[in-house]
């Protein structure tokens, strides 16, 4: 059973700093990891998807590395904003057993950007 | 549509009575997804579609709960006698390929049960 867990729980820091958040996921039989955020009372809005053959992806501020074999990825904010203060949560596709297309989440970050 | 529709956004009900939740995914999305998210928890996986076939139902909590598909369109959730544990936001997700595609969410339907 596919089980992802993500570190920090949550993540207070000032305007400005560049963070990381992580991921990791215990089965690596996966056909991609998505990273998602979710402001307050709305639904999940994509950020990046990393297919299971690629390293990274890169969109604005936003960095996604992938280490299918170790089952970590990373999520790299640079340059953070009060904006960016969300919940983030990563996910992973499942690719084999009984699972093969179920995504299953991370329980996320709480990400707060102070100015 | 530009995304992924679902209704209703807001829904208060007695404990016992049926509720359906509908999900209009993106047009010639093939996959389409249920999840459940109770206040200040994490995704839930209830069910999920490739086409109008179910290949993973074990989320599903307990025969209360059902869920259709129309083709590769429309999706209803049905929960019939409804509990106070079933309070949650539901919410559904689409992507254009099962295996390798993208997940796009809709905004929710917030179930509330009295």
Redesign the interface.
């Known amino acids: 059973k596919q089980e992802v867990t993500q570190i920090p729980a949550a993540l207070s820091v000032p305007e400005g700093e560049n963070l990381v958040l992580n991921c990791s996921f215990t089965d690596s039989a996966i056909?991609?990891l998505?990273w998602?955020r979710q402001d307050p009372g709305?639904?999940?809005?994509?950020l990046l998807?990393i297919?299971s053959s690629q390293r990274e992806q890169t969109s604005g501020r936003l960095n996604a590395s992938l280490d299918k074999s170790s089952g970590r990825s990373t999520l790299y904010i640079a340059a953070s904003q009060p904006g960016d203060s969300a919940t983030y949560?990563c996910?992973v596709?499942s690719?084999g057993g009984?699972?093969?297309?179920?995504?299953?989440?991370?329980?996320?970050t709480i990400l707060t950007v102070h100015p | 549509g530009a995304g992924v529709s679902q209704s209703p956004s807001n829904k208060v009900t007695e404990k016992g009575k049926d509720v359906e939740l509908r999900c209009d995914p993106i047009s010639g999305h093939t996959a389409l997804y249920w999840y459940r998210q109770r206040l200040g928890q994490g995704l839930e996986f209830l069910i999920y579609f490739q086409g109008n076939s179910a290949p993973d139902k074990s989320g599903l909590p307990s025969d209360r709960f059902s869920a259709e598909r129309t083709g590769e369109s429309v999706s209803t959730l049905t929960i019939q006698r409804t509990q106070q544990e079933d309070s949650a936001v539901y919410l559904c997700a689409s992507s254009l390929l099962w295996n390798t595609g993208e997940l796009f969410f809709g905004e929710g339907s917030r179930l509330t049960v009295l």
């Open positions: 056909y991609n998505q998602f709305k639904g999940l809005t994509s998807l297919q949560l996910a596709k690719a009984t699972s093969y297309g179920k995504l299953t989440f991370g329980q996320g």
